[in-house]
């Protein structure tokens, strides 16, 4: 019963201990030290990609450098259209009034030859008669005639040469002796043809004037239209690989078409 009695004790002595006044709290510890950083998170994937966007349309340049439509007739073809058009209805006019004076001619020559046999009854060629004065009235009329078609040709040569001339710098006639050109008896003569490709597209200047073309450019049309390429007598070829792209009688029978 002693080791029992001191247990008792003890518990006792505990118990009062634990019920006394508490004493003063002590003072606060100092923080911490900061603890290392930790290693960084790996990547996240990569995002989808955007769509792409509407790519932007690409502008046209015009012919020689201006703007618009790619197949549109250059200013100049028009203009230089316009002006032979002109210069062709005068020749037409001027030929037209040089056959009139010439069929007049003749028959105030056929008149006068009537006139002069009813008067002197003279007849007779070779004797200086009637028939002789007529003969001689008929070679005046063709001389006259033709003087006056050749008239009409070369004011429209030295015309229509001042049309590309002006344009681009290239003659269709030759007109390099300055003036209207004589042949051997003093009369007047044609102007020559300038046989030239001035644009290089296989077609000579002057037969690109005839067909109404530009011969400044190998694309008269547009730069969309190769002048080469086109076939202006519906022959079957094209105006590059043929030797005559005028309307011809060589051409196919079947591709006859009315060509001006």
Not at 59 to 86: F, L
Not at 99 to 114: F, G
Not at 182 to 196: C, P, Q, R, T
């Amino acid at each position: 019963m002693k080791y029992g009695k001191i247990i008792i004790l003890v518990g006792l002595v505990a118990s009062i201990a634990a019920c006394g006044d508490v004493g003063p709290t002590g003072p606060e510890g100092s923080q911490g030290a900061i603890g290392t950083q930790g290693e960084q998170g790996e990547a996240g994937p990569q995002g989808l990609p955007g769509s792409p966007g509407t790519p932007g349309t690409e502008g046209t340049q015009g012919e020689d450098g201006k703007d618009g439509d790619i197949c549109a007739i250059p200013s100049d073809t028009i203009i230089m259209q316009y002006e032979w058009t002109q210069a062709e209805a005068y020749r037409h006019s001027c030929i037209n009034r040089a056959d009139s004076e010439y069929e007049d001619c003749i028959l105030s020559s056929q008149v006068n030859y009537h006139d002069c046999v009813e008067q002197t009854g003279a007849d007779g060629a070779g004797d200086g008669g009637c028939f002789d004065m007529a003969d001689e009235n008929y070679a005046d009329c063709n001389d006259y005639w033709q003087q006056d078609e050749n008239s009409c040709h070369n004011w429209y040569a030295k015309r229509v040469n001042k049309i590309p001339l002006r344009v681009c710098g290239i003659r269709i006639f030759d007109n390099s002796n300055g003036g209207l050109p004589l042949d051997e008896n003093g009369g007047i003569a044609s102007m020559m043809v300038v046989e030239e490709d001035f644009d290089g597209d296989g077609i000579s200047n002057w037969i690109e004037f005839w067909m109404g073309y530009n011969p400044c450019t190998p694309h008269s049309f547009g730069l969309c239209i190769d002048d080469a390429d086109l076939d202006y007598d519906a022959d079957g070829i094209p105006n590059g690989d043929d030797e005559f792209p005028l309307c011809n009688t060589d051409d196919p029978g079947e591709y006859v078409i009315d060509c001006v």
